[in-house]
């Protein structure tokens, strides 16, 4: 009886008896990895034909790594050639991760405000693998072109409204030490009332000379007017708005970020988190705010983490980028119908 034959009937014990299959003390980790190894061999087999064979190339040795995979973790064996022209496609060069969808599921759940910490037990608590930070960190990397792209596409030539706001956090600067970031936001509507997030840059403090940087980047990509701009009380930002879009109309608003962050949840809780919220930004001093803060994330955290981020410093500035724009494309995909009433508005 061979391996495989052995795997094959230890998988059906374990069925019969209701183990587990997966996990270190799984058949189907063993039996994968006795596969994988297989066709890796296949694929060398296939690729020194007769020709390289002629020519001198031959066989030299093998190349160990670990890879992760959902049923759990898994050695193979990658042949090498003596000319380095073997480019296997069962597990590739540099893969560490077998399933993109694996991939993908930590992306999504990174996006939810996930720490790599946290994340990383939870692959290991689920699927009986360990990622490191560093290994959750290059994945999650992988969408840095998408958002370079996104960043630079043109936009619409107007737009009825938008929003513009800075949200700050704390990032680790390049000393290790935790710093204030102002991670610059634009909602806009355009004429047919469907919502967009315009643009998102990452800047020391907020300030109107870099909300002027804003509006120019918005120009750049096209805009050419926008009726209206909602905006915070920050001195100066009005007549930087208009310094570009000289014929918007600019309003001031106070309850900006109540609302950001209402929109989060669901219609059938809003109320009662409201008046939960109500005892954050009523307290009387900082250490009751987040005292009572404390107690906000505690009962709502776990069902909107949008609102209630566990994110306390960002490892660095592109960190978090790469959250906020997660989450952008995370909420965005909802935003597929045009604000209610909007025919009556336009």
């Known amino acids: 009886m061979n391996n495989l034959e052995i795997d094959y009937k230890k998988a059906a014990q374990q069925l019969r008896s209701g183990e587990a299959l997966f996990g270190k003390d799984g058949?189907?980790?063993?039996?994968?990895?006795?596969?994988?190894?297989?066709?890796?061999?296949g694929e060398m087999d296939a690729h020194?034909?007769?020709d390289d064979r002629s020519s001198g190339n031959c066989r030299n040795g093998k190349m160990s790594k670990t890879v992760q995979t959902k049923y759990g973790e898994v050695t193979v064996e990658t042949p090498r050639d003596c000319d380095g022209s073997f480019k296997p496609e069962t597990v590739k060069k540099r893969e560490t991760i077998l399933a993109e969808g694996m991939a993908d599921q930590i992306i999504n759940i990174y996006a939810l405000g996930t720490s790599t910490r946290d994340i990383s037990k939870y692959f290991e608590r689920e699927f009986n693998t360990t990622l490191s930070a560093e290994t959750i960190s290059a994945i999650t990397d992988r969408v840095f072109p998408e958002i370079t792209a996104w960043k630079s596409r043109?936009?619409?030539?107007v737009y009825a409204i938008c929003w513009l706001d800075a949200i700050h956090y704390k990032v680790k600067d390049y000393k290790g030490r935790a710093v204030t970031r102002a991670i610059y936001n634009v909602l806009g509507i355009n004429k047919s009332g469907h919502k967009d997030i315009l643009g998102m840059y990452i800047f020391e403090s907020e300030g109107a000379n870099f909300w002027l940087d804003v509006m120019t980047d918005l120009q750049n990509r096209g805009v050419?007017?926008?009726?209206?701009?909602?905006?915070?009380?920050l001195k100066g930002f009005p007549d930087t708005i208009?310094?570009?879009f000289p014929e918007t109309s600019v309003q001031l608003c106070v309850v900006h970020q109540i609302r950001n962050s209402i929109k989060y949840v669901g219609?059938?809780?809003q109320k009662e988190f409201l008046k939960n919220f109500k005892t954050v930004y009523g307290a009387v001093s900082k250490d009751s705010a987040l005292a009572q803060l404390?107690?906000?994330?505690?009962?709502?955290?776990?069902?909107?983490p949008m609102v209630m981020k566990n994110k306390g410093v960002f490892p660095s500035d592109t960190a978090l980028e790469k959250l906020v724009y997660l989450a952008y494309r995370d909420?965005?995909?909802?935003?597929t119908m045009p604000l209610p009433n909007w025919a009556l508005i336009s």
């Not at 404390?294 to 909107?304: L, Q, T």
């Not at 909420?331 to 935003?335: L, V």
């Open 27 to 41: 058949a189907l980790v063993p039996m994968l990895e006795r596969i994988l190894n297989a066709a890796l061999e």
């Open 48 to 50: 020194l034909n007769s």
């Open 154 to 157: 043109m936009l619409d030539l």
């Open 224 to 233: 050419r007017d926008i009726l209206i701009c909602c905006v915070d009380g």
């Open 242 to 244: 208009q310094s570009v």
């Open 267 to 269: 219609n059938k809780h």
């Open 294 to 304: 404390d107690m906000v994330d505690e009962k709502w955290g776990e069902m909107y």
């Open 331 to 335: 909420i965005s995909e909802k935003w």
